[in-house]
């Protein structure tokens, strides 16, 4: 859900932008129109994610021209041909995208969602009026382009040179920035200059859900389409949104780690130092030694060390950050809300931020909820609590609120990197132990003073906890790492990637080489959850999954179940299907069930004792993020 604000925004900008033909000219600045009338050509058949192999203009080729009479084959169409067609930008900025005329109940009704992703490429006329102001430089644009796979600006008159494709947000990402193009061309600075804009369109079902919940069937691409002329005269700017903090508890930063977005309109800036105000006195920000550099258009995130001697009790960090490019020098006044705790006053289900550095420079940040008891007399292993896809745990309070009551010990909720992450493989899994590593060193600090129960062994084991991509997670962690994972509680999780969302209607594998095909194939192992359920046979599981779950069919963890007790009959795997429930429901973790299994588990933790004779480990899949053995 995008906030109000943001939407408000979203609404005034693109009103602006679309609703008069003639813009509005000012002497002084670029100004930029956009036709809200857009060319589309398709859809065409892809498979998920195959979007990032075919070519993004495809089935065309934009270094020739186009004719729009043309008809191109598609298996979707009535007929097998599909040719161009028109759709407008609403007023609220989106563009919304379908192909009604598609008779696509047909095609799910033997395809299943395979048949709803779909490719299409668009285009539409950007034209840019020069100021009256000679001297004006030439203008650079904003792109913020939601749910839009990839697009590119070519110039409409003159020889067409190969194209630059950028991405777009197509995940729909909270707090990205909108991307700074190049134009291609310079745009006169005497007469209006026409550019043709290219997006391709990519129906993903994972991302854009089925339109039958929307009592549907058709279908429908909700492209937000906001470009606007950088407007912004200071080279390197402050990017609040992409900052990295952390709390502080009883006056000690709950972390070591501060990050300050930064980005360079203009230019490759170096970060040359870092100077605070004097009344912070035993609160240091360090630079880290390795030069830290922006290039021109990028976005990064400045990693800067907490070092504290004494207590500090004020609301906001504030410091200078000194830039240089060439010979010239810049001064970004930096001040960073804080949010102070007392650790007598965390109660409840209330939660800390901590930071870090991941892969030892990028500032990170997690979500942790101390144990509820401060008597206990040694650490319980922590229960680890990984999010569902598009879960912005940072910006919701949702996810940490849906969590069932861990009376024994931390809770630990890690970001994956990112709302969606990578599954929670790869540098999502990554992130999740750094997080858990991090509190555990957090733990240790004297200063803090912590209850002697709440100290995090550093060889800790843990319970892994999810739900939808996050329950796919626990049984990734719980597979994957079966030496650290005493128990699993995995909620409505998909099995893997191809199962999820059959790859079987793609249009690459007409063209295949089978070796190079079986090479693709393998690389999708680590993916493939069943195949290393033999490692779960002595890991304690409870599974849920809503009976009518209308993202991720019930039938992934009836499989799950299966597979397992396939291996071993008496595996501890407790599956329960909660007839008539969908995707989400307020208890499908935070039920009776969990908090008894929870407290079986924890109160159990030192004197398990495998029950299987002898296992089956699988192993040998791709390593590539998996961070130390434990
Ligand atoms: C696209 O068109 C250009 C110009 O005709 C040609 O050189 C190029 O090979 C074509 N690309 C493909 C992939 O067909
Ligand atoms: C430090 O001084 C600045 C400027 O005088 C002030 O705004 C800020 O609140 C002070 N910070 C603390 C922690 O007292
Ligand atoms: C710890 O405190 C809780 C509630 O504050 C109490 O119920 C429990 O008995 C105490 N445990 C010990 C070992 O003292
Ligand atoms: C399965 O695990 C639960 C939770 O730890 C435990 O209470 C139960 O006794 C176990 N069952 C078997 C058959 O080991």
């Known amino acids: ?80 041909t599909v040719g161009w067609s028109k759709a407008n930008i609403g007023v609220d900025g989106y563009l919304e995208l379908s192909f009604p005329d598609i008779r696509w109940k047909s095609l799910r009704s033997y395809e299943g969602w395979a048949a709803l992703q779909h490719h299409a490429v668009l285009r539409t006329t950007l034209t840019l009026h020069p100021p009256s102001d000679p001297i004006a430089g030439s203008p650079r644009l904003l792109f913020d382009l939601k749910q839009v796979s990839y697009f590119t600006i070519v110039p409409q008159h003159g020889s067409p040179a190969s194209p630059e494709w950028h991405a777009g947000n197509i995940y729909d990402m909270e707090r990205a920035l909108p991307e700074l193009v190049e134009l291609p061309t310079d745009p006169s600075h005497l007469s209006p200059t026409k550019y043709d804009l290219f997006v391709s369109g990519d129906y993903e079902i994972r991302l854009f859900g089925d339109p039958l919940v929307r009592n549907s069937d058709v279908p429908v691409q909700r492209l937000g389409i906001r470009v606007e002329v950088l407007s912004s005269t200071s080279p390197v700017v402050h990017q609040k949104t992409q900052d990295v903090s952390c709390d502080f508890l009883d006056g000690y930063a709950f972390g070591d780690a501060l990050g300050i977005g930064i980005q360079s309109a203009a230019g490759w800036w170096t970060v040359k130092g870092v100077s605070a105000t004097s009344n912070q006195t035993g609160l240091d920000i360090l630079l880290s030694d390795v030069s830290f550099t922006i290039a021109p258009s990028q976005t990064r995130i400045l990693p800067l060390r907490i070092h504290q001697t004494t207590p500090f009790f004020g609301e906001t960090i504030i410091f200078d950050l000194t830039l240089e490019s060439g010979t010239d020098s810049q001064i970004l006044s930096i001040s960073m809300p804080v949010t102070q705790r007392r650790l007598r006053e965390i109660t409840g289900r209330q939660v800390l931020k901590g930071s870090f550095f991941f892969a030892s420079s990028m500032p990170s940040s997690f979500l942790t909820m101390p144990p509820p008891m401060t008597n206990v007399s040694s650490a319980y292993p922590p229960m680890l609590a990984l999010h569902g896809a598009g879960v912005d745990i940072l910006g919701q309070p949702f996810w940490p609120e849906a969590l069932p009551e861990n009376k024994f010990s931390w809770t630990v909720i890690p970001t994956g990197r990112t709302s969606w992450g990578l599954d929670w493989h790869g540098p999502s899994a990554r992130d999740a132990w750094a997080s858990l590593d991090a509190l555990s060193a957090m733990t240790h600090r004297r200063e803090l003073s912590l209850p002697e129960g709440w100290v995090i062994p550093p060889d800790t084991k843990v319970i892994v906890i999810g739900h939808s991509n996050g329950g796919q997670g626990t049984w990734y962690f719980a597979s994957r790492y079966p030496d650290k994972v005493i128990a699993a509680v995995p909620a409505a999780a998909f099995i893997k990637s191809q199962a999820y969302i059959p790859l079987s209607l793609a249009r690459s594998g007409h063209f295949i080489d089978p070796s190079l095909r079986a090479i693709l194939e393998s690389s999708l192992t680590p993916d493939d959850n069943d195949l290393h359920l033999s490692n779960l046979v002595d890991t304690r599981v409870l599974a849920f999954h809503g009976g009518d779950d209308e993202n991720v069919p019930v039938r992934h963890s009836r499989e799950l179940s299966s597979a397992l007790k396939a291996w071993y009959p008496s595996a501890n795997i407790s599956f329960q299907e909660d007839a008539g429930q969908g995707h989400w429901y307020s208890t499908v973790l935070d039920n009776p069930k969990t908090l008894a299994f929870l407290d079986a588990v924890l109160s159990n933790h030192d004197n398990e004792e495998p029950q299987s004779q002898s296992f089956t480990l699988t192993e040998g899949t791709l390593k590539s993020g998996i961070p130390k053995t434990f």
């Open 1 to 80: 859900m995008p906030h109000l604000a943001t939407l408000l925004l979203a609404v005034i900008t693109a009103y602006a932008m679309v609703s008069g033909q003639t813009p509005f000219l000012s002497s002084y600045a670029w100004t930029l129109q956009i036709d809200p009338v857009w060319d589309v050509l398709g859809p065409f058949p892809v498979h998920a994610r195959e979007q990032h192999f075919i070519s993004p203009s495809f089935p065309l080729n934009l270094s020739e021209p186009i004719d729009y009479q043309q008809i191109w084959p598609s298996s979707y169409a009535d007929g097998g």
